[in-house]
């Protein structure tokens, strides 16, 4: 850990009590059978790993019904996003590869090592040849899931990247923004609730509902790009639509100018704007799902999302560098979102009333945000409401009855607040009486002699030291001074 790192978390406290209980307190709902799997299985789960930290977390705790399909799954849509990425590779070999690709999957011994050398996920294409050994293996139901949803997104990022040839804007319109979402994101939501349905640890009332499928892809998406855009601007990649952008500045790269920043923070409030209108649909969809590791590997992306969301909100940083959240915040994310709904509705409430704090009445947007963020607040409101009236008046007239006296509830952020207070003071004062024995034992390793003061001090005993100073005071000062 870096000098950096160490003191911010002594600043921020919480974020580092919340790293430890992650880490010591959290305990996976299932875990991998190590010793049951092949050569090319381990393989996978290493490029699982090396592509996606994050994602990998979350995948490997999921259900044994469900590690497999969803972990080749985000291999095989990996490698078609390395490709579409590819600034390298020309168009006119891209746009085939794409098309192709749900064919490729069950193809025996197929690789691709034509990537850019520069293009960090390259690894999974040169060694693909193993995930289609280990997806040939999967159950039929899921092969066939998997396949559909590679050739509906192969095909819509081609049809982009052939756009793209011809347009130097990339995204123009709004509708065109959604259907490029929908084909890289939407439709993963849409296997994943496949692959979910068929394992049965969903309700299968979700494949009834395409917009929460959707919402759910769509909500990650669009913060990964705003969050992304300097990164995406330097490699020549445009995803805000020209709708958005175009409000506010005549081209592209003027977002980045300096003199420009307040009209590119309004930008960007536009375009966050348009991602929180997808935060009440995706609350709805995670409370259709049944067992907790797979309600653990939707809810924590999209309570990531909601924070980073709030990071880059009016954030100049974002047109400078990439910016993420924390490495504690995430911790504290993640222990809240592995519970239950309710606390991923805390999660979204407190980021939602953060966004609302930040917001201005400088922004054009700013009525529209507000109303975004109390639209989350109100549909949370309309599952988990806060005050139920008729229990309330219930407890008042027991008490009333009873012949106590009506006493206010305690505010539960008040009082985790007070029970983090003492926790940092009992830590502090152990710290001091640590620290004061050390010094203590040094001391007298080194040859103190503590009893001679101590006998002193018992007997009542001043040393010469301070008698000399005693009689120095009082020839010093006249009796009525002292």
């Known amino acids: ?3 950096g790192d160490i003191l911010y978390y002594l600043v921020h406290h919480q974020e580092l009590r919340s790293i430890i209980q992650w880490k010591v307190w959290h305990n996976a709902v299932h875990e991998r059978d190590e010793a049951k799997e092949a050569p090319s299985l381990k393989a996978c789960f290493e490029f699982l790993e090396k592509t996606s930290r994050s994602f990998s977390a979350v995948i490997m705790e999921l259900h044994q019904e469900l590690l497999v399909p969803v972990t080749l799954y985000y291999l095989c849509l990996r490698g078609m996003d390395t490709i579409e990425d590819d600034m390298t590779l020309p168009v006119d070999e891209k746009v085939p590869l794409l098309r192709n690709f749900h064919s490729v999957v069950t193809k025996e011994g197929w690789s691709f090592d034509g ?13 693909f040849h193993l995930v289609i050994d280990e997806f040939r293996k999967l159950k039929p139901e899921y092969q066939e899931i998997i396949a559909d949803i590679t050739r509906q997104m192969g095909n819509g990022m081609a049809d982009f990247a052939d756009s793209a040839k011809h347009d130097a804007n990339g995204v123009n319109t709004i ?28 309700n299968p009332a979700l494949l009834d509902r395409p917009h929460l499928q959707e919402s759910m892809g769509l909500f990650l998406q669009k913060t990964n790009i705003i969050r992304d855009v300097r990164e995406d601007f330097d490699e020549k990649r445009r995803f805000w639509p020209k709708e958005i952008w175009s409000k506010y500045v005549t081209n592209f790269e ?16 536009d375009m966050v704007l348009n991602s ?8 709805f969809y995670l409370a259709g799902l049944k067992e907790q590791s797979v309600f653990n590997f939707a809810a924590i992306p999209q309570t990531m999302a909601i924070a980073t969301l709030e990071l880059v909100f009016r954030n100049p940083a974002i047109f400078r560098k990439n910016v993420k959240i924390t490495k504690g915040q995430a911790c504290q994310i993640m222990v809240e979102s592995t519970q239950n709904l309710r606390m991923v509705c805390a ?26 963020c109390a639209k989350i607040e109100q549909f949370i409101e309309t599952i988990f409401p806060s005050q139920d009236p008729k229990v309330l008046t219930q407890q008042q007239q ?14 539960p952020a008040a009082e985790e607040a007070r029970k983090d207070t003492m926790f940092m003071l009992v830590a502090v004062m152990a710290t001091l009486l640590t620290l004061s024995f050390i010094m203590i034992g040094v001391a007298y390793l080194c040859g103190a002699r503590f009893d001679i003061p101590i006998s002193d001090l018992t007997r009542g005993k001043m040393s010469d030291q301070a008698q000399e100073a005693v009689q120095s005071a009082k020839q010093t000062y006249a009796p009525k001074e002292l």
């Open 398 to 411: 027991h008490r009333i009855s009873a012949g106590e006296t009506p006493q206010v509830e305690k505010d």
């Open 276 to 283: 929180l209108s997808h935060a009440d649909e995706c609350i």
């Open 1 to 3: 850990m870096r000098a």
């Open 347 to 372: 999660v979204f409430r407190r980021f939602a009333r953060k966004i609302h704090k930040k917001n201005t009445p400088k922004d054009p947007n700013f009525l529209k945000i507000s109303i975004a």
């Open 175 to 202: 509708k065109d923004y959604d259907l490029y979402c929908h084909y890289v994101a939407g439709l993963v939501g849409n296997g994943l609730t496949r692959l979910f349905v068929q394992s049965g640890l969903a």
């Open 115 to 127: 990537s850019g050398p520069d293009e960090k996920d390259r690894f999974v294409l040169v060694k």
């Open 254 to 269: 003027d977002l980045f100018e300096p003199a420009n920043i307040d009209m590119a923070l309004n930008c960007s409030s």
